[in-house]
């Protein structure tokens, strides 16, 4: 099958169609109001965590690596403990941290730090294709739908067009739209042997940062492309076939929306949670209680009696009975694994895995 060459950026036909703007003004509606939210809650990292593991899971789930909220509970805790699936998990996690400090240290979204990036998820340094032969099948049939460019030095040259793209503002294009097109280019540009789906989903992310439509990476298009993926991989290939590129921005656009709405709702619930449980701890154990304790409480989905005695500053032995309290009241339920004795928010958990 003779392919078309995969044109440079930007793309060369109008954009802003009428029915564009019309979604993007509600994508840009919700991200906004989920923006306004999350700058004012107090616990941020709490949030942060719960959307971040969930979108771990949802991510890996696109490429089939399954795991569940318990098995991958165990592998933050205790990595050597871990099944495969959970740590292609927590690699995830691990990648999509990484490229948030990078993007918020450095003001900029390089192709470097794509291919950092990457190299975690994939726990190794294959880096850039060199080697032809690389296919997109699709799932159901096997028949090959696309051959993305070969060639190191082509593929170099078209992602370093993306990077530009990316990074410089030169039209007044909005960046939800560009958002789209970056996430279209990516993956046709395929510049890895494997993991360039989860490498692009944590591009999405990292540009709404970069473009500070968002201050924390909440907000991720996994599940809804989950619930919606023949669409998916049916527009992708509809920009390359028939430069259709309304309906694929507009499917982005709808799910940046409706994720953005899902996400406002979590937000509001681990909020409540974290204040409920802050009421009824001061009133039940008003000795333990402290502002600090809870935000240790919250800061993960467990906590070791370690956490707890550098946190608050005392001996091991108070920390220990301040979690032993704790849990004799039921705010944390404790396991042992491997050396060590976990305290688990089960409340946040399962909050969180409900969801
Ligand atoms: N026709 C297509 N044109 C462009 N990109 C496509 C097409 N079909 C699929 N893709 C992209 O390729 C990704 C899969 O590539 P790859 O296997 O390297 O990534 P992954 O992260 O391992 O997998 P997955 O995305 O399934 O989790 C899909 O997620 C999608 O973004
Ligand atoms: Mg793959």
């Known amino acids: 099958m003779s392919e078309q060459k995969l044109p440079m950026l930007p793309p060369s036909v109008e954009l802003e169609t009428k029915a564009v703007l019309k979604q993007l003004a509600k994508a840009n509606r919700a991200l906004a109001e989920l923006k306004g939210y999350a700058d004012t809650i107090p616990n941020k990292h709490i949030l942060i965590n719960a959307v971040l593991i969930n979108e771990a899971k949802d991510s890996s789930a696109i490429e089939n690596i399954i795991t569940t909220h318990d098995e991958l509970y165990r592998a933050m805790s205790d990595a050597s403990s871990a099944s495969s699936a959970a740590k292609d998990v927590a690699s995830y996690r691990t990648a999509l941290w990484q490229g948030y400090e990078l993007v918020n240290t450095r003001g900029m979204l390089t192709v470097n730090m794509i291919i950092e990036i ?6 190794n340094r294959a ?100 619930r919606n993926k023949s669409e998916y991989y049916r527009l992708l290939q509809k920009v390359r076939t028939h430069e259709d590129w309304e309906e694929w921005i507009i499917y982005i656009l709808a799910g940046i929306e ?20 802050s009421v009824e701890i001061k009133e039940r154990l008003p000795k333990i209680y402290s502002k600090e304790m809870i935000d240790l409480l919250f800061y993960e989905f467990y906590t070791k009696i370690v956490y707890i005695q550098n946190g608050l500053s005392v001996t091991r032995k108070t920390a220990a009975g301040y979690l032993s309290s704790l849990e004799k009241e039921g705010f944390l339920v404790s396991e042992k694994i491997g050396k060590e004795r976990i305290f688990q928010n089960k409340r946040l958990y399962d909050l969180v895995r409900h969801t």
């Open 118 to 123: 990457q190299g975690i998820i994939e726990r």
């Open 127 to 226: 880096g850039i294709r060199k080697l032809p032969g690389t296919v997109l099948r699709n799932e159901g049939t096997g028949e090959t739908v696309y051959t993305p460019p070969a060639g190191e030095a082509g593929i170099k040259e078209l992602l370093g067009n993306l990077e530009k793209y990316i990074n410089e503002d030169y039209s007044d294009i909005d960046p939800l739209i560009k958002l789209a097109v970056i996430h279209y280019q990516f993956e046709s540009i395929h510049p890895f042997y494997d993991g360039n789906g989860r490498t692009g989903r944590i591009i999405n992310v990292l540009y709404l940062v970069l473009k500070e439509l968002l201050d924390s990476p909440i907000l991720y298009l996994s599940s809804y492309i989950i």
């Open 258 to 277: 409706e994720t953005a709405v899902e996400t406002f709702r979590l937000a509001k619930r681990i909020n409540s949670e974290v204040e409920a449980m």
